[in-house]
C-alpha cells in the first residue's frame, strides 16, 4: 500500500496538468466588406464598348446571340483628332423568320447630355470602375423570302377591264365608290389569307402572335371572373332548387337574422291593428306574411328588408361623385327602432365604408333587396313597390334584377301594366358583350 500511494505521489508531482486549449472556429470566415466605396477608376472605350440595349414591342430571351458590326471611321489622324466613339451595329439572324438590329438612336432635346454607364464593384477593397457604354435599341424586321420564279417575270403591263374601272375610280371616284374599292381589295386580301395564301410576313406576325397570345385566359375564365366580380349576394349557384340558391340564412347570418324582433308585429296583426312602415312593398305584404305563425324567418327577412330600405333612405349625397354619405349611429338607431344594434351594425358595415357609400355598395345594396323580395313574394313579383321603395327607374331595377339571375317582363292587366320578375332555374346571368366579327 505504501508503494502505491508513493508511486502515486511522485506521478502527481513529476506530472504536470495537460493546459486545455480552447477550441478554434473552423467555420470559414466571412468575407470582408469594405466599410465604404469610392470610383477609382473610369473608362471610355473606344472599342467595343458595352451595350444598355432596349427593346420595345421585342421579347428576346436573355441568352440571344448578336454579332456586332462597326462602321468605318476615318483615318487614325484624323480620329486622334474626334473625342467621340465609333458608330457600333448589333445584328442577329438566330430566330427562324425575323432578324434583330440594335442601333444607336440620336436623343433630342435635353436627353442628348444623358450618358449611361456600367460599374463594377469590389466589395473587399470598395474600389468602383465605371465604365461608358452605349444605349441602343432593338428592333425586328420580317427577314424577306426569296421569290419565286413566276413572281420575277415581267408583266407585259397592259390592265384588265376591272384593274382600269378600279383606277379610273380611285383617282375621280367618290368617297362612296373609293370606299367601296377599298373594301373588294380588303375582300380579296382576307380570302387569299384563308385559304391559306399567307406570305412570309404575315405568317412571321402569327407567329408572334401566337407565342404572345398563349398565356391569354381563355372567354370561359374571363367570363368566369366577370361573375365573380359581380356584386350581389352570395348564393349556390350550382344548387338544382331555386330555394337552395339565395339562403337568408347565409347572406345576412344566422344569428344576426335571428336577432330581430318580430313579435310585436304578429300581435298586431292577430288584433288585425295597423302597422306603420315606410316601405310600400313591406306594408303591402306584412299581413301575409305576418299572419303565417310557421314561417317565422320570411317575417324576419321582410322586417331586415324593411331596414335596409330604411337605412339606404337615410343617406344623402357625398363629396365625391356616385358616393352618398349615411347618417351618425345616433341618427341611423333612431331610424331603425327598434332595430338591435347587432342588426343595425350588420347592416352599415355590410353596405358602407368609413361612412361612405360607393356604387359598389349601392350595387350590393340594390341586390340585396332584390333577393330579399323575390324570397318573400316566393321568387315572382311585381317589382313596382320595389321600385318605388328604392326611389329607381324601371330600367336600373330590371338590371340590378338581371344580376342575380332573375327575369323580368311586362303583364297588362286591363289598363295597369305590372313588370313581373321570376327568378328560376336556371339562372340567366348577363353575358360578357365580345365585339361582332368582321365581315
Known amino acids: 500500500m505504501a508503494n502505491s500511494e508513493s508511486k502515486r505521489r511522485k506521478r502527481g508531482e513529476d506530472e504536470t496538468l495537460p493546459v486545455r486549449k480552447k477550441k478554434s472556429d473552423s467555420k470559414t470566415p466571412k468575407a470582408a466588406v469594405a466599410p465604404s466605396f469610392a470610383v477609382t477608376k473610369l473608362h471610355k472605350p473606344q472599342v467595343s464598348p458595352p451595350v444598355v440595349a432596349l427593346t420595345p414591342g421585342v421579347s ?10 462597326e462602321k468605318d471611321g476615318p483615318p487614325a489622324a484624323k480620329r486622334r483628332k474626334s473625342s467621340g466613339t465609333s458608330e457600333l451595329a448589333l445584328h442577329s439572324t438566330s430566330h427562324r423568320t425575323v432578324d ?35 444605349k441602343m435599341v432593338v ?22 377591264h376591272s384593274e382600269m374601272k378600279m383606277e379610273l375610280g380611285e383617282t ?36 408572334i402572335i ?21 356584386p350581389i349576394p352570395r348564393g349556390n349557384f350550382d344548387a338544382e332548387e331555386i330555394q337552395d340558391v339565395y339562403i337568408p340564412a347565409q347572406i345576412i347570418g344566422a344569428e344576426v337574422l335571428n336577432a330581430v324582433p318580430v313579435l310585436d308585429w304578429q300581435e298586431k296583426v292577430k288584433r288585425n291593428e295597423a302597422v306603420q312602415v315606410p316601405a310600400r312593398f313591406v306594408a303591402n305584404r306584412i299581413v301575409r306574411v ?14 331586415y328588408l324593411l331596414w335596409t330600405i330604411t337605412f339606404f333612405s337615410t343617406t344623402r349625397q357625398g363629396k ?33 365604408d368609413s361612412g361612405v357609400m360607393r356604387k359598389s355598395h349601392i350595387d350590393l345594396l340594390m341586390t340585396h333587396c332584390c333577393v330579399f323580395a323575390l324570397i318573400i313574394d ?36 286591363g289598363d295597369t301594366v305590372q313588370h313581373l320578375a321570376k327568378l328560376s332555374i336556371p339562372l340567366q346571368f348577363p353575358r360578357m358583350r365580345m365585339p361582332p366579327k368582321r365581315r
Open 60 to 69: 428576346l430571351p436573355n441568352s440571344f446571340p448578336f454579332d456586332a458590326y
Open 100 to 134: 434583330y438590329t440594335a442601333r444607336e438612336e440620336c436623343a433630342k432635346g435635353a436627353d442628348k447630355a444623358i450618358n449611361h454607364f456600367l460599374a463594377i464593384i469590389d466589395p473587399k477593397t470598395g474600389e468602383v470602375e465605371v465604365i461608358q457604354a452605349k
Open 139 to 160: 428592333r425586328g424586321t420580317v427577314r424577306s423570302k426569296q421569290a419565286p420564279p413566276e413572281a420575277m417575270e415581267v408583266s407585259s403591263g397592259k390592265l384588265t
Open 172 to 207: 375621280f371616284g367618290t368617297k362612296k365608290a373609293k370606299k367601296a374599292i377599298q373594301a373588294v381589295a380588303e375582300n380579296a386580301m382576307l380570302a387569299a389569307k384563308s385559304q391559306g395564301k399567307l406570305d412570309e410576313d404575315d405568317r412571321a406576325l402569327v407567329g
Open 210 to 230: 401566337r407565342d404572345s397570345s398563349q398565356h391569354m385566359a381563355t372567354r370561359e375564365e374571363l367570363q368566369a371572373q366577370v361573375d365573380q366580380a359581380r
Open 290 to 303: 305576418a299572419g303565417n305563425e310557421m314561417d317565422v324567418q320570411r317575417l324576419r327577412l321582410l322586417r
Open 320 to 352: 365625391e361623385r356616385g358616393t352618398r354619405s349615411i347618417a351618425r349611429r345616433d341618427e341611423l338607431r333612431q331610424a331603425l327602432a327598434p332595430a338591435p344594434e347587432m342588426v343595425v351594425e350588420n347592416i352599415r358595415r355590410k353596405f358602407s
Open 378 to 413: 316566393n321568387f315572382e313579383m311585381n317589382s313596382v313597390d320595389l321600385r318605388e321603395d328604392l326611389k329607381l327607374e324601371q330600367k336600373q331595377l330590371n338590371q340590378y334584377l338581371t344580376e342575380i339571375g332573375a327575369r323580368y317582363k311586362l303583364s297588362k292587366a
